[in-house]
């Protein structure tokens, strides 16, 4: 694990260890007596073999804290899909240009300059499409990338504050670039109904209802299983049908499901081989408010009991051949669909048929966009669907509706309270004495007429 060398009159402890990225390194730690090193090697040892959190005594550079925060905070607070995100980024955007930096020299004008120049650098996932595809164009760090890394080291910095390896957190003086966030395209009712007219894919017809009718996230619909939907005839007839929504499908690394608590996990799916690092599980949601019940439209819960009759179908067919992992949406052996296959449908549906392009979680947009008109701005009946952790965020990304809600509330005001309103009798005689006056004008001897009977 770990072991002492004696160099230039100094006491080295030689430490192999795995890094952020994932690399194996080793790490040398000097001390001035022999006494230093050996409580610091006793240390480390003990701390590891007690499967205790593990703070190492010199942490000096970005690198050094961020190993102790992924080892110490990450492995308890990131879900799967965050522990991957952000070990991502570390590796691909974090260590390659700071991560010999020492913490000292970690200031507010240093951090900034680190920012303008990785908006200058190449993304690695560009790079890696040009190995393959030389015709391909570069394409920059993206300024949201950017944002995602201030946020995490924003967080490592102030737990090296709480952990009193700093006096200062220097992100606090430090703002993220602007980002821009460009408007998803999404379809209205005539391109929705226009696209489930030309689909022949029952799978994705059903995934686009389930998508657009009850505000689902893509991994939630991949995720549901039988035992959460609620499809009787009495509770289609009374409009009562529901789903309940309480996990996702997603493709997560093995290396998080090694280092992390497996207690969101419900399920993990066979690996395809063993030299894969990647595997299918269905966990948790994304956020505690994600767990909810949706009503379904009575179209949707017989498009429901249709699927279900066709599973039965594959169940009889193949027998012990089915998987049966109690899928909504799966192949017809019962194995898991993954989103990449529902979105490659989407991308062929939309070529085929000339439709306007959008991404499948666009139906989530449309969805929401339609709730919030059809309830008059509801928001919290809207969140009680979409699984939104904060109202904000429907009333920040939705604001244009609700602006066009209270626009209509103005003109109503207008029209009930500030417009004179007008006999519509006196409209009437207004109008006859209007053309009374101006025959008089063209005859004068009418209205001369007509002074002599008023004497």
């Not at 080892?71 to 965050?82: L, R």
């Not at 549906?349 to 969805?367: A, Q, T």
Request: proline letters at 3%.
């Amino acid at each position: 694990m770990a072991s002492i060398i004696r160099k230039d009159k100094k006491y080295i402890v030689v430490e192999n260890y795995t890094d952020p990225s994932g690399k194996r390194k080793q790490r040398w730690t000097t001390f001035k007596t022999k006494k230093e090193a050996a409580e610091y090697k006793s240390r480390i040892e003990f701390t590891k073999s007690a499967g205790m959190p593990l703070f190492y005594l010199d942490v000096k550079t970005v690198e050094d804290l961020l190993r102790e925060y992924v080892d110490n905070y990450g492995v308890e607070k990131w879900s799967n899909s965050n522990y991957d995100a952000y070990n991502a980024l570390i590796k691909n955007y974090i260590l390659p240009y700071i991560g010999k930096v020492r913490l000292t020299d970690m200031t507010p004008r240093f951090i900034e300059a680190y920012y303008q120049n990785l908006l200058k650098q190449e993304n690695v996932r560009s790079k890696k499409a040009r190995v393959i595809d030389k015709t391909k164009e570069k394409v920059l760090v993206t300024t949201a990338t950017v944002r995602s890394l201030h946020k995490l080291l924003h967080s490592a910095f102030r737990q090296a504050e709480r952990w009193e390896i700093m006096e200062n957190n220097p992100f606090d003086k430090v703002s993220a670039p602007k980002h821009r966030e460009n408007t998803r395209d999404i379809w209205d009712v005539d391109d929705l109904k226009k696209a489930l007219d030309a689909c022949t894919d029952p799978i994705l017809e059903l995934c686009i209802n389930l998508a657009f009718s009850c505000s689902l996230r893509l991994g939630e619909i991949l995720g549901l299983t039988w035992d959460c939907i609620h499809i009787s005839e009495d509770l289609i007839e009374s409009n009562s049908a529901w789903i309940y929504v309480n996990k996702q499908l997603q493709r997560v690394s093995v290396k998080s499901l090694e280092a992390l608590a497996r207690n969101e996990i419900y399920y993990q799916f066979p690996k395809s081989n063993t030299r894969v690092t990647t595997v299918l599980v269905l966990k948790g949601p994304k956020t505690a408010s994600s767990v909810r019940k949706i009503y379904l439209p009575k179209t949707v819960a017989l498009m429901l009991n249709e699927r279900k009759k066709t599973i039965k179908f594959y169940k009889d067919y193949l027998g012990s051949d089915y998987n049966n992992y109690d899928l909504v949406v799966c192949h017809e052996n019962g194995t898991p669909v993954e989103g990449d296959k529902i979105r490659e449908a989407l991308n062929k549906l939309i070529k085929d048929n000339g439709l306007k392009p959008v991404v499948f979680h666009s139906f989530r947009h449309s969805s929401t966009t339609y709730k919030l008109k059809l309830s008059g701005g509801d928001i919290k009946a809207v969140q009680g669907d979409t699984g939104h952790a904060e109202a904000s965020m429907i009333t920040e990304r939705y604001a244009h509706i609700l602006d066009d809600d209270r626009r209509i509330n103005a003109e109503k005001f207008e029209e009930m309270f500030y417009q004179k309103h007008e006999d519509p009798g006196m409209k009437g005689n207004t109008d006859e004495l209007l053309n009374i006056m101006k025959k008089l004008q063209e005859s004068p001897e009418l209205l001369e007429l007509l002074k002599g009977f008023i004497k």
